[in-house]
């Protein structure tokens, strides 16, 4: 009944929302079709598993179409629909129908991707509301997105959305705190789709009950987050974050609470910019958590050369569990940001590493120490090239994960290579093209290969 009644206050919302398109003094729709081609040598497991995971070679086609209205100065509201099948043209194939068939085309869902509402300062109070599915990235974005970006990591990059209140009270010019309630279940609870996930398998992996695993288990969680400019050339940004992972397959229910800040540095061509968060907790178990992460880069553009050069020379730490203390976890927890950051390629490479935590969902960044250079070029109008070299290593050796992958005695990662690529070839029409080298060190065992990632997209916005 409950899902039911879901669903109808869902339609009549929707109902309420089309009908009063035709009142709103703005009305802004539109449409993007992005087109990516993926391919993966060696990604997941390195090439280690008896029965390795397949190599992929993939087509991926996500289709929105949205409607922005502005109903007064005060109020307004926002729908998306998405959809992103894919194809496979590698070895690797969905799995469909409770592990019985095997094809090329996964048709995925037609979903509501944002649907929400703004209140803009009610009652003259400094205070803005937006109530509802939303993402927080661009402009709404935390910081770099290191512990808040994406609230449905295991359908990829297909939606990043939240289940949210949030209430930014502006307290004065530049300076502002954001109180925010998030509620994230595995799959769908609360908007209707159309064509479900073929998938029906009960528990684990990435379709359950013929819906799309949208992340590891049921998430709930708050933020109080503020963003505070100091002087033009300081900003600073202290934060809270509660979350709460409920019990399901492999994974345990937890409770962790979250304190950091923010801080960016930027006076001419130099820039300096960091992070730094600590975590405490528990396991319903009674096991304790704490962790420890951060970065801190540097960069300098020189903007007189004809290319524009920007360096950037970073540090990189999230702790690791330590193998002697079986009553307490110092593993850090990426919270709500299983999703690339420094690079894309190891997010994959995890996911044999954090499955016990973290399910079957890459991303679980944890247990790395990174030294990460770049070099940022803007040859020509429209066009920009990131140039990334990373060594990276673990904080904590390993003892209890698969030896035929993991050498659980080596803490040197390994280096990375990635070329990122940039242009803009239109108004409405722009591409990339990503690859990144993976070298293993001894973290890994001996018979890790090298990995490969390739993608390339082209993006069409009306």
């Not at 007064?72 to 070895?91: M, S």
């Not at 073929?198 to 695993?213: F, M």
């Not at 006076?267 to 992460?293: N, P, V």
């Not at 209890?400 to 080596?410: A, K, R, V, Y």
């Amino acid at each position: 009944m409950n899902q039911f009644l879901r669903v109808l206050l869902s339609f009549v919302f929707l109902i309420s929302f089309f009908f009063q398109v035709s009142f709103a003094i703005e009305n802004e729709h539109g449409a993007s079709v992005r087109l990516r081609q993926e391919i993966w040598d060696n990604v997941v497991d390195l090439g280690t598993m008896p029965n390795k995971q397949p190599d992929r070679n993939f087509f991926r086609l996500r289709i929105q179409l949205w409607d922005n209205v502005k109903l007064n100065d005060n109020f307004g509201a926002y729908i998306r629909l998405a959809t992103e099948p894919k194809y496979y043209t590698g070895p690797y194939r969905l799995t469909l129908d409770n592990e019985t068939n095997r094809k090329r085309l996964d048709q995925d869902e037609v979903i509501i991707d944002n649907l929400y509402i703004d209140i803009k300062k009610p009652f003259d109070l400094p205070v803005n509301f937006r109530i509802g599915r939303q993402d927080f990235l661009g402009k709404d974005m935390y910081g770099e997105g290191f512990l808040i970006l994406d609230g449905t990591p295991a359908d990829g990059s297909r939606t990043f959305y939240f289940n949210a209140i949030k209430a930014t009270i502006n307290i004065a010019p530049d300076n502002s705190i954001d109180l925010v309630y998030v509620s994230n279940p595995k799959t769908d609870q609360y908007l209707p789709s159309i064509h479900p996930a073929y998938y029906d398998k009960a528990s684990g992996g990435l379709y359950i009950n013929h819906k799309k695993r949208l992340a590891a288990s049921n998430e709930k969680g708050f933020w109080i987050y503020g963003r505070n400019k100091i002087f033009e050339w300081l900003n600073v940004e202290p934060y809270y974050i509660y979350k709460k992972e409920d019990a399901y397959d492999v994974i345990k229910e937890s409770h962790i609470n979250t304190f950091g800040m923010r801080a960016v540095f930027k006076i001419s061509d130099f820039s300096l910019r960091g992070e730094l968060a600590k975590q405490y907790g528990k396991y319903q178990d009674g096991t304790k958590r704490s962790g420890l992460g951060g970065y801190a880069f540097a960069g300098y553009t020189f903007s007189s050369c004809p290319v524009i050069p920007t360096v950037e020379v970073g540090y990189v730490y999230l702790s690791g569990d330590k193998t002697g203390t079986k009553d307490k976890d110092e593993g850090f927890d990426p919270l709500f940001s299983r999703a690339p950051q420094w690079n894309e390629l190891l997010i994959y490479t995890l996911v044999p590493e954090t499955s016990k935590k973290g399910g079957p969902i890459p991303g679980y960044w944890t247990n790395l120490k990174a030294v990460v250079t770049n070099l940022l070029l803007k040859p020509i109008k429209d066009l920009s090239i990131k140039l990334s070299y990373q060594h990276l290593w673990a904080d904590e050796k390993t003892s209890d994960l698969p030896s035929i992958m993991f050498s659980n005695d080596g803490k040197n990662r390994g280096d990375l290579w990635a070329f990122i690529t940039n242009y803009k070839f239109t108004k409405n029409l722009d591409g990339m093209l990503q690859l990144e080298y993976f070298e293993p060190g001894n973290f890994y065992s001996d018979k890790a290969r090298n990995a490969t990632f390739i993608r390339w997209q082209l993006q069409y916005k009306l």
